[in-house]
C-alpha cells in the first residue's frame, strides 16, 4: 500500500563578503519544508483495525504525519583562505 504523495519546498541564500583578495567569508541560509507542508504517514494497514472485525476502525485511515519532516532552518558561516 502506498501513502500520498510528498511534496517539499526548500531553499537556501548565500552571500560572500571578499575581506581581501584571500579572505573570502560566506554567510549562508537553508531552508528544509520551506511552506511546512505536512507529509503523511501510510495508512493503516492492519485488517483487524477495522471496524467490521470490531476493531477501532483506523484500517486505510492516515492518523498522523511523518517525524522529522517539519520546517527546519539552518544557518552557517564559512571562511575561506
Do not use: C, Y
Amino acid at each position: 500500500m502506498t501513502g500520498p504523495p510528498t511534496k517539499s519546498l526548500d531553499f537556501s541564500v548565500f552571500k560572500d563578503f571578499s575581506f581581501t583578495e584571500r579572505w573570502k567569508l560566506q554567510f549562508r541560509t537553508e531552508t528544509f519544508n520551506l511552506l511546512n507542508t505536512p507529509i503523511f504517514s501510510t495508512p493503516g494497514m492492519n485488517v483487524i483495525d477495522s471496524k467490521a472485525l470490531g476493531g477501532n476502525g483506523n484500517f486505510g485511515k492516515i492518523t498522523s504525519t511523518q517525524t522529522g519532516t517539519e520546517r527546519r532552518l539552518q544557518f552557517a558561516l564559512r571562511l575561506s583562505f
